[in-house]
């Protein structure tokens, strides 16, 4: 099974069990009138809307390179993402809506002991879900995935708020928490949909992910060859599950083609090993000038100038587009 394939068949069992999640809290609010439980029936509406559209994503990026989409379909999870986000902040907006009306209504609670049962149960299986969903969703680089444990995360903590409300409710029959707890969970709710939409766009504009770029450069400092004189222009962008890696190497001038190739391919095993197979690796190569003597501790015959000083490689000056000098 591939890994978009392994992304798909997850996301599929999340959708079916965000349905089945909302039909239970449904019921809850059936028998409690609960505004707090409300909020959380809502938060799964979107749950089981987000759960389609991810799964209709994933199965878009499944789909191989073609001619109108030479790096593949992996972006259709940022936008997938992105409409999740953009439903978790609606889904804020309706419970605070559904509140003001019940504030004027005064609609009583009733029940509470019936709805924490059912709503805890629902907190404990979004719980596993979530953390089986993020898991994969980071070890397969898929932000539709983690965008869905996120937000069943979130949900899981969302209804365990609410059954520690509901509980003090139950004892103290100060209804008017339930209010209370509806709105600030409408606040957490809007606040976490504005992240993921800031992830997803993120995403879409090919914006740099500087925690994956210096774990990429950490590892490369680790296991720099002495033929790696320089490594600059680097630049990583996600397609989904995909890492597309562009960088320009500077190696020995005197490498014939087999050898210069022969250093790219040592380079890609070291970020495959790391980072998995989904990657896409293309790499330019430079061969070395008079000034690149004095960062290489090289014993080479062609030497033009001494060796001063090994050059670390950082943030600033990997991603930088020119030759390394001191």
């Not at 409690?32 to 809307?49: Q, R, W």
């Not at 059912?118 to 539709?144: D, P």
């Not at 606040?187 to 993120?202: D, E, F, T, V």
């Not at 599950?241 to 562009?246: A, Q």
């Amino acid at each position: 099974m591939t890994t978009a394939q392994q992304n798909f068949r997850v996301q599929l069992w999340i959708t079916l069990l965000s349905v089945l999640l909302f039909l239970t809290k449904i019921v809850a609010y059936y028998f409690t009138h609960s505004l707090a439980i409300l909020s959380d029936a809502l938060e799964s509406i979107v749950n089981v809307i987000a759960g389609f559209i991810g799964l209709y994503s994933l199965y878009i990026a499944t789909k191989p390179k073609d001619l109108e989409h030479p790096y593949g379909h992996g972006k259709a999870e940022f936008v997938s993402a992105a409409v999740e986000g953009g439903l978790i902040v609606a889904a804020g907006i309706m419970i605070i809506y559904a509140t003001v009306a019940n504030i004027l209504r005064k609609e009583p609670v009733h029940q509470l002991d019936t709805g924490l049962w059912l709503i805890g149960a629902t907190a404990l299986l979004n719980f596993v879900a979530g953390t089986i969903c993020l898991r994969l969703g980071k070890k397969n680089n898929s932000l539709a995935l983690q965008a869905s444990g996120k937000h069943l995360q979130i949900d899981t903590y969302s209804t365990l708020a609410i059954i520690a409300g509901l509980i003090i409710i139950l004892f103290t029959k100060m209804y008017w928490l339930d209010k209370l707890i509806a709105l600030v969970m409408s606040i957490l709710i809007i606040y976490n949909g504005y992240k993921i939409i800031r992830s997803s766009l993120a995403g879409i504009m090919d914006e740099a992910d500087m925690e994956l770029l210096k774990k990429f450069i950490e590892i490369l400092n680790k296991n720099r060859s002495e033929n790696w004189i320089d490594l600059h222009n680097l630049r990583v962008i996600k397609y989904g599950s995909l890492l597309h890696i562009d960088c320009h190497l500077t190696v020995p001038w005197y490498l014939n083609i087999h050898e210069a190739h022969h250093e790219i391919d040592r380079l890609s095993a070291l970020i495959k090993q790391e980072f998995g197979d989904m990657i896409e690796l293309f790499v330019h190569t430079d061969g070395c000038l008079p000034f690149s003597c004095r960062i290489c501790n090289k014993n080479c015959e062609h030497r033009k100038n001494g060796f001063e000083q090994k050059l670390e490689w950082t943030l600033t000056n990997v991603i930088s587009d020119k030759k390394h000098q001191l």
